[in-house]
């Protein structure tokens, strides 16, 4: 009965375990036909900022350790993925924008460099 109660407590921790980085949006009509150059120069910084703050939190902790004993991991591994996914979406679709509007490009971050790859499944 206790090795019963130990793994049902393990599993409930694991669950509760999975990181969360969020999603970015995509962009709307309504912004794409309004955004000047500098809102696209700052929408592409803050999702620049979310792809480091997404590295950084997908580091070694232990979260990672407890959503391992769960599902191996895996959880975690598509929470990334996904919310990386979601943010090079966006980044393509600000970058579209700004090749539209002839927006300078030495003005807007270096996004093709620091882009992360798109998950492989």
Do not use: W
């Amino acid at each position: 009965m206790k090795t019963v109660l130990i793994a049902a407590l393990a599993i409930l921790l694991a669950g509760c375990a999975t990181k969360n980085y969020g999603r970015q949006g995509e962009l709307t009509d309504y912004e794409k036909n309004t955004m000047t150059c500098r809102e696209v120069a700052l929408e592409q910084a803050k999702v620049m900022g979310f792809l480091d703050h997404v590295q950084k939190e997908s580091e070694f902790d232990g979260r990672s350790v407890l959503s391992f004993l769960g599902d191996f991991g895996i959880g975690n591994l598509m929470e990334k993925d996904n919310a990386i996914k979601s943010a090079n979406t966006r980044l393509k679709q600000l970058q579209g924008v700004a090749a539209k509007k002839g927006c300078i490009q030495d003005a807007a971050p270096d996004t093709a460099a620091a882009t992360q790859p798109e998950p492989t499944n």
